[in-house]
């Protein structure tokens, strides 16, 4: 009799540990391989360069709210021939605001970087300063639908950096990065480069912030937008001297930390910039996990596929094969 107990009372316990071991391994599958599913997100090019008007920053936004996009990502509020003022900072924050989906504003070079006060001298820190305090006071998006997003500026060290801000979907990270395209806004003048190079501090620590996020939640990849290309696929030895008259390549720095993040991140790294490359360039460009994209159209489609080998496919235009 006794031996009967005993032996139901043993089944008991191994039903038991049994039932938690099964259960630990499902919890441990759900965390190791999280479910994410397909979707798709619409960046906009910045239209208003090389003295377009707001029409087709108009027709940017109406397209891409009436896709079926998660969210929108803009480079660029205005034309670098239009004035530096709050009438149109304003008028543009409420134009970008009336998209249907949520909106997010990274910023161009034109929108600060050339700004000149009534003397005639650089107004850009000024400027800069300005815009975020109209386009990023809170920790949302703009938009009918607002998406919630991290600001840098969270950090007490670097509060004035509200525009670098980062999202989640669906296992992939986002984030913008103030990189403007006129050599990252370094100033090849005498005496201390104090933006470039406190915006440098910042970005750095940004980046890797952001890395370290994407490696302790096993983000699928990584997607940065900014203004300027900081040429993270181009050849070893690559400089963007050539293309200003300085003795300092303003995006070399960035370049090389990007590189040497992403050599030890397990996921993908995507580049958007909104620079137009070549006529026809609208194909991701990869070195090994590190892609680049110009956004060669007004506005485009990516679509992200969680778990695929192609994570980032590019729709519309000339390029709707996987990248």
Same mark, same amino acid.
């Given at each position: 009799m006794m031996h009967g107990v005993r032996h139901r009372r043993m089944l008991r316990v191994a039903a038991r540990s049994l039932a938690a071991a099964a259960a630990l391994a499902l919890a441990h599958a759900a965390w190791a391989a999280p479910a994410a599913r397909e979707f798709q997100f619409s960046v906009i090019g910045h239209p208003l360069q090389h003295g377009r008007d707001?029409?087709?920053?108009?027709?940017?936004?109406?397209?891409?709210?009436?896709?079926?996009?998660?969210?929108?990502?803009?480079?660029?509020?205005?034309?670098?021939?239009?004035?530096?003022?709050?009438? %149109?900072?304003?008028? /543009?924050? =409420?134009?970008?605001?009336? #998209?249907?989906?949520?909106?997010?504003? +990274?910023? &161009?070079?034109?929108?600060?970087?050339?700004?000149?006060?009534?003397?005639?001298?650089?107004?850009?820190?000024?400027?800069?300063?300005?815009?975020?305090?109209?386009?990023?006071?809170?920790?949302?998006? %703009?938009?009918?639908? /607002?998406? =919630?997003?991290?600001?840098? #500026?969270?950090?007490?060290?670097?509060? +004035?950096? &509200?525009?670098?801000?980062?999202?989640?979907?669906?296992?992939?990270?986002?984030a913008t990065i103030n990189l403007p395209a006129n050599n990252n806004h370094y100033r090849p003048e005498a005496g201390r480069n104090s933006e470039f190079e406190d915006r440098l501090v910042a970005n750095r620590a940004w980046l890797h912030r952001l890395f370290t996020l994407a490696e302790r939640q096993k983000m699928h990849g990584i997607v940065l937008f900014s203004d300027g290309d900081p040429g993270v696929t181009a050849e070893e030895g690559f400089s963007l001297l050539s293309s200003f008259?300085?003795?300092?390549?303003?995006?070399?720095?960035?370049?090389?930390?990007?590189?040497?993040?992403?050599?030890?991140?397990?996921?993908?790294?995507?580049?958007?910039?909104?620079?137009?490359?070549?006529?026809?360039e609208s194909a991701i460009q990869w070195r090994d996990n590190v892609g680049h994209l110009h956004t060669t159209a007004d506005w485009a489609e990516v679509r992200v596929t969680p778990g695929a080998a192609a994570l980032f496919t590019i729709k519309g235009g000339s390029a709707e094969a996987p990248q």
């Open positions: 707001e029409a087709a920053l108009k027709r940017a936004i109406a397209e891409a709210s009436q896709s079926d996009s998660s969210f929108i990502v803009t480079t660029g509020i205005k034309a670098a021939n239009e004035p530096c003022s709050d009438k %149109l900072y304003t008028q /543009r924050h =409420a134009l970008l605001n009336e #998209s249907a989906q949520p909106m997010i504003v +990274s910023l &161009a070079g034109s929108d600060w970087s050339a700004c000149l006060n009534s003397a005639g001298r650089s107004n850009a820190i000024e400027r800069l300063n300005r815009l975020r305090e109209l386009f990023y006071v809170d920790g949302e998006s %703009l938009g009918a639908r /607002r998406l =919630a997003v991290t600001r840098l #500026s969270s950090s007490a060290k670097f509060r +004035s950096y &509200a525009e670098n801000a980062h999202w989640e979907y669906n296992k992939v990270l986002f008259q300085t003795k300092q390549d303003g995006f070399a720095e960035v370049r090389k930390q990007i590189r040497t993040l992403a050599g030890k991140y397990k996921g993908k790294v995507l580049l958007i910039d909104a620079q137009r490359g070549a006529a026809g």
